[in-house]
């Protein structure tokens, strides 16, 4: 309905925390903020504080201010005129250097990343597809939904994921979108009844937001005789690149993102800004229709971002084959994808860094059988300060989403650094790689 009126939409994780809404309703400036009304008794004075002008509430129900207000208007409503440049919507990406950054998306970003993924993975009206993502993520919000209403399929809507619930679903449906941990929890926590009769139907699963391990890739192919379909996309890009659909494209490989989709270039370049050679590893760069405009309200970051030719520099680390498959073998060093959530060290490091008695603070990640990795904190006391790791922990639960909360918390005499002072994280990382194992 924004997009429609022409308006910009700018979707917020739940699990938001009042230090998280606060930053982000200041930045963006928005008009108009919604919530549920359990929330606004603390939305709101944040809100308003901010220059909003409106804040209604909207529950699971279809109860709340939002409905009510609409009820007086006209049921007849006729869409905006935008240009393809004009911006359709914003969506908060952290950063490792610190406070989140708001990718605006167009709306030729939106629906050339639609228009594109219609035709490669072969929707039809004849689809039914099984949402059980979060629709404040790319992932849901754009890459699902809008393939389903372009083709005018048909959606079986989950609030939350629930692995018996889902296969209950899968013989009605053709078509299934995940993270990694989805994939895990199914094989896992419904074995029994996630069986090759169940799937007979589908047609498609699809996952990203997050690698997916080669023993998931392969033991659900045995399990249910289908071929997971990786692919590779960020929030300020949507999707970059899938492994093929169809077979006389290729096959799909595990381990890979596949090739790079119509319209979109994808190469990888050197320290000196050369473009690496077959199997080369190096930065992953891209453009296209689908690659944003830049950051909200972040002129200089832009100017970062962007190579002198235009290409967006990802962050991510890469190559491709002979054949053009891209793979993924790392990323910025301290980002943390836990559950398919971007987890950035440096926010989470603020908040600990500001408590009483902490001196500093390090976050990594280590490897975790279900949400592929997890933060681990380590603290260095003040002088004279008793500092407890749960305690910590606890505190942090206040202020920042669950998936950003350290699964432990240490607390050391010292940081580990080189010559040059710069802590080293990958021997905190190697200290603590065997804590969930």
Known sequence: ATLRAGFVFLPLNTAYQSGEIEYFIGNAAPAVVVCSGKNFP???????????????????????SL???????????????????DLAAILYTSGTTGRSKGAMLS??????????????????????LIHALPIFHVHGLFVASHCALLAGARMIWFAKFDPTAVIKRLPEATVFMGVPTLYVRLLANASPQLTREACANMRL????????????FNEFHERTGHTILERYGMSETCML???????????RRGGTVGFPLPGVSVRVADDKGGTCAVDEIGGIEVRGPNVFGGYWRMPEKNKEEFTADGWFKTGDVGKIDARGYVTIVGRSKDLIISGGYNVYPAEIEGYINEMPGVAESALVGVPHPDFGEVGVAVVIAKPGAQLDGEAIITALKGQ????????????????????????QKNLLREQHKGLFA
Not at 400 to 421: D, H, Q, S, W, Y
Request: charged letters at 25%.
């Open 42 to 64: 603390w939305v709101s004075p944040i809100a308003f504080k901010a220059g909003t002008r409106h804040v209604f509430t909207l529950n699971d129900d279809r109860s709340g």
């Open 67 to 85: 409905l009510e207000r609409a009820a007086h208007h006209s049921d007849v409503q006729t869409p905006a005129v935008r240009r393809a440049d």
């Open 107 to 128: 709306h030729r970003n939106l629906l050339s990343n639609a228009q594109t993924l219609l035709d490669y993975w072969g929707w039809s009206s004849k689809d039914v």
């Open 205 to 216: 699963f699809v996952a990203g937001s997050a690698p997916l391990l080669i023993e998931t």
């Open 241 to 251: 690149t899938s492994n093929p659909y169809r077979a006389a494209e290729g096959e």
């Open 400 to 423: 920042l989403a669950n998936f950003k909360i350290p699964k432990r918390c240490f607390v050391a005499t010292e940081l580990p650094r080189n010559t040059m002072g710069k802590v």
